[in-house]
């Protein structure tokens, strides 16, 4: 039965592979065309800068948010070996940890999309005058 699903599939495979390349005209080229700056509007372009930001601090503001909360269990206990840092973990913890990465990475984004509208604005002042 299964050389048989797997047989299925390398002639499906096959098939497909040779049907998208009859269907595909000779004279016409696969380079991909750029991008206008007129085609996509200036929100999106905003709402994708903030994507990237938040996203991509994530990482960082989770390992930077797992230290100081480590750190401040640690403290609260009097600095005891038993509550050193990453030993006392539960889902309560980790819940907590990435929520507050989570909102940091969004405020870090929130930050630097109120930076460019007001930096736009102004030099489009500056253009008018």
């Not at 380079?31 to 800068?49: G, K, N, Q, S, V």
């Not at 996203?55 to 050193?84: C, E, R």
């Not at 989570?102 to 489009?124: P, Y």
Request: proline share 5%; net charge negative.
């Amino acid at each position: 039965m299964r050389r048989v699903f797997l047989l299925c599939m390398l002639l499906l495979t096959y098939y497909s592979h040779s049907v998208h390349a009859q269907q595909l005209p000779e004279s016409k080229t696969l380079t991909p065309e750029e991008y206008d700056p007129e085609e996509f509007p200036l929100w999106a372009h905003d709402i994708r800068r903030f994507e990237i930001i938040s996203i991509g601090t994530f990482p960082l503001t989770f390992m930077i948010t797992s230290l100081i909360y480590d750190f401040s269990i640690s403290a609260t206990h009097n600095f005891n070996p038993s509550y050193s840092i990453g030993s006392q973990r539960s889902d309560r913890d980790i819940l907590i940890i990435a929520s507050s990465a989570a909102g940091a990475s969004l405020l870090m984004g929130i930050i630097d999309l109120i930076i460019n509208t007001n930096k736009r604005a102004k030099q489009a002042a500056e253009d008018e005058q």
